[in-house]
């Protein structure tokens, strides 16, 4: 029978996924020359912002390199998407790690 914790991390994995492939159709469809739907991009970023401190702070006026949303150029808009995207690469590998090494310890454990 499946646990609350494991039930919990099964959503996150596939709320992660969903966002990352939201994000790689943007991006592949800007790399294919079609226009950015930037309304879907505000969105996604927004969602991202919401859910994640590190995001938040990227996308802020605190980050040196911060340009609103309506003055950023499609290029721009890409540019945070796919630095987004290598963020939540990296965050799901990362806690897939940590998942594999706990599994690894409780397997010696026994």
Same mark, same amino acid.
């Given at each position: 029978?499946?646990?609350f914790?494991?039930?919990?991390?099964?959503?996150?994995? /596939?709320?992660? /996924?969903?966002d990352?492939?939201?994000?790689?159709?943007?991006?592949?469809?800007?790399?294919?020359?079609?226009?950015?739907?930037?309304?879907?991009?505000?969105?996604?970023?927004?969602h991202?912002?919401?859910?994640?401190?590190?995001?938040?702070?990227?996308?802020?006026?605190?980050?040196p390199?911060?340009?609103?949303?309506?003055? /950023?150029?499609?290029?721009?808009?890409?540019?945070?998407?796919?630095?987004?995207?290598?963020?939540?690469?990296?965050?799901?590998?990362?806690?897939?790690?940590?998942?594999?090494?706990?599994?690894?310890?409780?397997?010696?454990?026994?």
């Amino acid at each position: 029978m499946a646990t609350f914790d494991n039930f919990d991390k099964a959503r996150r994995i /596939a709320d992660n /996924a969903h966002d990352i492939a939201e994000i790689q159709k943007i991006i592949n469809d800007y790399m294919q020359g079609r226009r950015i739907d930037r309304q879907k991009a505000m969105e996604i970023i927004i969602h991202q912002n919401k859910k994640d401190a590190v995001i938040a702070a990227y996308n802020s006026p605190v980050n040196p390199g911060w340009v609103s949303f309506q003055n /950023a150029t499609d290029e721009q808009i890409v540019n945070n998407l796919n630095t987004t995207l290598l963020y939540l690469s990296g965050k799901m590998t990362a806690e897939g790690l940590r998942d594999l090494v706990k599994g690894e310890q409780n397997n010696a454990d026994t």
